[in-house]
């Protein structure tokens, strides 16, 4: 039972290099979303999805992208990292956005930009 | 604008002893709340949630919280510490549009 998982866990990167987070559910929850955790915020919204092939902004979206081409997979894409979007990436699910459906989560991929 | 406070950010608790953990909610009507627990390089587990009803529930691993519409408040409380609570815990609003989550409380437990 996966629930949501999210590769890599661990990553360093150089200024202006890209990568791709991947999360895969295996729960078939409509809704995907991405967060970042940094320390005194909390987690922050930076994009979700509430389908295939759609996506949407969140709070924090300046730097990133998404893509959501199979309804269990939710890609966040970072272009040209930057050492301000050190942190850590969780990436979460939900059957739909409602209250009363909670979001379940990964376990996170720590992410470093030197 | 919305948003989810967590006063406390960091808290120690002797093993056994009682805790609270605050958390106040701004927002015009009464949201969906949730307590989250994080613990060291894992991701959030759902404790408990409050959508109407009774205003207190109880969660897993022993944990209640109770919703306060005059104070705007879901505290979470536990009666008896145990050394595994340490964690970070995070309080979060969902308000029609998207979940909010506060900054976090740090528990330490000490033996």
């Known amino acids: 039972n996966a629930g949501v998982t999210q590769t890599p866990k661990f990553r360093v990167l150089k200024t202006g290099q890209s990568m791709t987070l991947l999360c895969a559910q295996d729960?078939?929850?409509?809704?995907m979303y991405w967060y970042r955790q940094d320390p005194g915020m909390g987690l922050r919204l930076i994009h979700y999805?509430?389908?295939?092939?759609?996506?949407a902004k969140g709070e924090v979206p300046d730097g990133y992208n998404v893509s959501r081409l199979k309804k269990q997979n939710f890609l966040l894409g970072l272009e040209s990292a930057a050492p301000s979007q050190t942190s850590v990436y969780f990436c979460?699910?939900?059957?739909?956005?409602?209250?009363?459906?909670?979001?379940?989560f990964g376990d996170g991929t720590r992410l470093s930009i030197l | 604008a919305q948003s989810v406070t967590q006063p406390d950010i960091h808290i120690t608790v002797s093993e056994g002893a009682s805790l609270e953990l605050r958390c106040n909610y701004s927002?015009?009507?009464?949201?969906?709340l949730f307590w989250y627990v994080q613990s060291p390089g894992q991701g959030l587990q759902l404790l408990l949630k409050?959508?109407?009803?009774?205003?207190l529930v109880q969660g897993i691993k022993g944990f209640e919280a109770e919703f306060k519409r005059s104070q705007s408040s879901f505290n979470l409380r536990k009666p008896s510490v145990h050394w595994s609570d340490a964690a970070e815990y995070f309080c979060?609003?969902?308000?029609?549009?998207?979940?909010?989550f506060g900054t976090g409380t740090s528990l330490t437990v000490i033996p």
């Open positions: 979460a699910s939900s059957y739909r956005q409602a209250g009363n459906q909670p979001q379940h």
């Open positions: 729960m078939n929850h409509e809704y």
């Open positions: 927002y015009g009507a009464t949201p969906y």
């Open positions: 979060a609003a969902y308000t029609g549009n998207q979940f909010y």
């Open positions: 409050y959508f109407s009803g009774d205003t």
């Open positions: 999805s509430v389908g295939e092939g759609t996506t």
